[in-house]
């Protein structure tokens, strides 16, 4: 069974800092690749950072330079470090192998907001 939990988010100040965390079940987590989606409300959702197996890491362009992915594959972790965060940012924040399947199983996603 996939398992997907998401944490650390909160509400911060522009400009501020948070650490997201996602524990993954093994079956998931050894995909080529996990990543990290957001959807803010009355959006798609949207990939912004992805992470192979090796290590390569992908961004969207309006993450570029401020968010970091990585894993641990000891405790079966995916991370995305986020740093001057901006407004446009808000969002829940969910991971998820990449690229998606049909039928795949959501965590509850965690919530990041950031005020202005």
């Known amino acids: 069974q996939v398992q997907l939990v998401e944490s650390g988010g909160g509400l911060v100040q522009a400009g501020g800092s948070l650490r997201l965390s996602c524990a993954a079940s093994?079956?998931?987590?050894?995909?080529?690749?996990m990543g990290w989606y957001r959807q803010a409300p009355g959006k798609q959702r949207e990939l912004v950072a992805d992470?192979?197996?090796?290590?390569?890491?992908n961004y969207a362009d309006s993450v570029q330079g401020r968010f970091t992915i990585s894993r641990d594959d000891r405790k079966t972790t995916v991370y995305l470090q986020m740093n001057s965060l901006k407004p446009e940012d808000t969002a829940l924040y969910y991971c998820?192998?990449?690229?998606?399947?049909?039928?795949?199983?959501w965590g509850q996603g965690t919530q990041v907001t950031v005020s202005s």
């Open positions: 093994g079956s998931i987590f050894w995909s080529n690749k």
């Open positions: 998820n192998r990449v690229p998606l399947v049909p039928n795949t199983s």
């Open positions: 992470i192979t197996y090796s290590g390569t890491t």
